[in-house]
T-cell receptor, first 113, second 115 residues
């Protein structure tokens, strides 16, 4: 089945540790996106990528890093520089051309203690 | 810069009534798309409906329709005959199709359907 997979669903980390969230898609989508969602809030764009080996900062990129070495994968690293990393993280992908919607993964809920 | 605004933090509606969720946007680019997503308490994002800036007709998908008023820069979602299962967060989003294709979301509206 085609889809977009985020893992793990729940993640707990100690303060000061870097953590990497996985996002994999087998939809052959060109573009991929990472969003952060705080309780009762909207989605804020962290990073996005239109093609392999290229990505752009979103509105809240500070304290985060990404890579896009393969078309299928767009991992997000939450670094120790991120002041308040506890949040729900959503990954999305879409075809770069055409008026198509973005498909989302199930999300990763990160808790830093 | 592109911006999406949803001014209704919460809406309460009786079952079977129609409901309109507001969305206004700001962009100077002529080519863009507007999307609505539903987010139930499980957290998944469900695509509902799409409207392109050059589309002449308002988009419809089953009980969902989009009231697109280009001059006013509004793209309101209308849900007809609401059901209890419609209770969720609803997000409006916009993408500029030129350049980097950044997909930006509004703050969302929490819709509660009362029996």
């Amino acid at each position: 089945d085609g889809g977009i997979t985020q893992s793990p669903k729940y993640l707990f980390r100690k303060e000061g540790q870097n953590v990497t969230l996985s996002c994999e898609q087998n939809l052959n989508h060109d573009a991929m996106y990472w969003y952060r969602q705080d309780p009762g809030q909207g989605l804020r764009l962290i990073y996005y990528s239109q093609i392999v080996n290229d990505f752009q900062k979103g509105d809240i990129a500070e304290g985060y890093s990404v890579s896009r070495e393969k078309k299928e994968s767009f991992p997000l690293t939450v670094t120790s520089a991120q002041k308040n990393p506890t949040a729900f993280y959503l990954c999305a992908s879409r075809y770069r051309t055409g008026n198509t919607e973005a498909f989302f993964g199930q999300g990763t809920r990160l808790t830093v203690v | 810069a592109q911006k999406i605004t949803q001014t209704q933090p919460g809406m309460f509606v009786q079952e079977k009534e129609a409901v309109t969720l507001d969305c206004t946007y700001d962009t100077s680019d002529p080519s863009y798309g507007l999307f609505w997503y539903k987010q139930p308490s499980s957290g998944e994002m469900i695509f509902l409906i799409y409207q392109g800036s050059y589309d002449q007709q308002n988009a419809t998908e089953g009980r969902y329709s989009l009231n697109f008023q280009k001059a006013r820069k509004s793209a309101n979602l209308v849900i007809s005959a609401s059901q209890l299962g419609d209770s969720a967060m609803y997000f409006c989003a916009m993408m500029i199709f030129q350049g980097a294709q950044k997909l930006v979301f509004g703050q969302g509206t929490r819709l509660t359907i009362n029996p």
